[in-house]
């Protein structure tokens, strides 16, 4: 791992947190938890389409990741609820959805697995294998 920063690896084992700002990683024990925000400044309703400016407030969302290594990684996603501009809409409000990491009602992220393939690439085979155990 000589020569790798710690930006780098982190970048690499985890891409799907390349559109959120990660403020915090702490480790808990024998977990490891990131603490993250999304920087979503528009949103479209689910319900009809509208896109909102409009923050009507947020909340975080507890994200399962893949295990790196043997710890467990957990997501601390703070997300946007928006207000839904149209006034024919029957949703009032709505949370926003990060792309590769957030299905909406799940709380696995899609992006579990994907680390593991990415340090195999990475690293070559052999290191992601026993990081895999
Ligand atoms: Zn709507």
Known sequence: ???????????????????????????????????????????????????????????????????VGRQEVLIQLRVHRFRCGNDACVRQTFAEQVPGLTVRYGRRSTGAGEALQAIALALGGRAGARLDR
């Open 1 to 67: 791992m000589a020569g790798v920063s710690a930006k780098e690896l982190m970048a690499v084992l985890f891409t799907h947190l390349a559109r959120v700002c990660v403020d915090r990683v702490i480790r808990c024990g024998a977990s490891v938890r990131i603490i993250a925000r999304t920087m979503t400044r528009e949103a479209g309703c689910p319900e009809c389409g509208t896109w909102s400016r409009r923050r009507h407030s947020h909340y975080e969302r507890r994200l399962s990741d893949t295990a």
